[in-house]
Nanobody, 123 residues
Framework: QVHLVESGGGLVQAGGSLRLSCAAS????????VAWFRQAPGKEREFQAC????????LYADAVKGRFTISRDNAKNTVYLQMNSLKPEDTAVYYC????????????????WGQGIQVTVSS
């Protein structure tokens, strides 16, 4: 079982930056692909970015491509989401998710989820 904890969220002005962290414990995290999703009020959870087990491959949603960067440090069992040029429409609860060798935009491919963290971007 992998336990995921997100951190780094908060309130930021439009145009600002935040870096989210997803810290994992419990299993060999280096075998796990990780994704970030977000869910805004009244909307479905949507894919933002994912990274494969060794960090060699990444995917992004069109809405965040060029603004968000996903990375990982397997020595620290942590995956990051650097979010730049934030917009009010980026306001949501952000979740990290993981599963062994997962590399997918689909939430169904990830069995392990963090509790989520709020990101609020003011205009």
């Amino acid at each position: 079982q992998v336990h995921l904890v997100e951190s780094g969220g908060g309130l930021v002005q439009a145009g600002g930056s935040l870096r989210l962290s997803c810290a994992a414990s419990g299993r060999t995290f280096s075998n796990y692909g990780v994704a970030w999703f977000r869910q805004a009020p009244g909307k479905e959870r949507e894919f933002q970015a994912c990274i494969n087990w060794n960090g060699g491959s990444t995917l992004y949603a069109d809405a965040v491509k060029g603004r968000f960067t996903i990375s990982r440090d397997n020595a620290k069992n942590t995956v990051y989401l650097q979010m730049n040029s934030l917009k009010p429409e980026d306001t949501a609860v952000y979740y990290c998710a993981a599963d062994q060798f997962a590399y997918s935009r689909s939430a169904k491919q990830y069995a392990h989820w963090g509790q989520g963290i709020q990101v609020t971007v003011s205009s």
